[in-house]
C-alpha cells in the first residue's frame, strides 16, 4: 500500500514536472526593440536560452529595476538596427555559445545609455544595483 502510494506520487509528481517544463510561456522577457530609448537608463541585451540573462532578468524584477532597463531580445530581426546603433558597446566576439546569436553577441549584456559603460556576463544583485547607481549619477 505504501509503496503504491509512494509511486503514484512520484508519477504525478513526474507528470507535473514535464508539464511545468513545456508550459513554460516562451517568452519569458519583455522586448522593447520598436519603442523609444526615452524613460531608460540601461540596455539588457539577452537570448531567451541564456540561463545567465534569465539569472539578471530575475535580479533586475526583484530589484524594482525592470521600468528603467530597456529589453533588447538579440535574436530578433526588429533590433537588429538597434543592436547595430550600439555595437560599440554590446560587445561582439567570434565565439556565440548560442546558435540564436547574431554573430558575436554576447549575453547578457548592461550598456549606460548615459555613459556607454558596458558589464558584460551575468551579475549578483548588489553589483547589479551597483552599476544602475553608477549609471544614473552619470545621467545627473
Same mark, same amino acid.
Given at each position: ?78 533590433? #537588429?538596427? *538597434?543592436? &547595430?546603433? /550600439?555595437? =560599440?558597446? +554590446? ?34 544583485? #548588489?553589483? *547589479?544595483? &551597483?552599476? /544602475?547607481? =553608477?549609471? +544614473?549619477?552619470?545621467?545627473?
Amino acid at each position: 500500500m505504501k509503496l503504491s502510494i509512494l509511486i503514484l506520487g512520484l508519477v504525478i509528481g513526474g507528470i507535473a514536472a514535464i508539464s511545468y517544463f513545456f508550459l513554460l510561456p516562451t517568452n519569458f522577457y519583455r522586448n522593447d526593440c520598436g519603442k523609444p530609448l526615452e524613460g531608460f537608463d540601461v540596455l539588457f541585451v539577452y537570448l531567451q536560452d541564456c540561463s545567465h540573462c534569465k539569472n539578471d532578468f530575475k535580479r533586475i524584477e526583484s530589484l524594482n529595476l525592470s521600468t528603467k532597463f530597456y529589453m533588447i531580445d538579440a535574436s530578433d530581426p526588429k533590433c #537588429k538596427s *538597434l543592436i &547595430e546603433d /550600439y555595437k =560599440d558597446y +554590446i560587445i561582439y566576439h567570434k565565439n556565440s555559445n548560442y546558435q540564436s546569436a547574431p554573430t558575436g553577441i554576447f549575453t547578457p549584456t548592461k550598456v549606460c545609455l548615459h555613459s556607454n559603460k558596458t558589464h558584460i556576463g551575468e551579475q549578483a544583485e #548588489k553589483e *547589479l544595483m &551597483e552599476f /544602475y547607481e =553608477d549609471c +544614473i549619477k552619470v545621467k545627473s
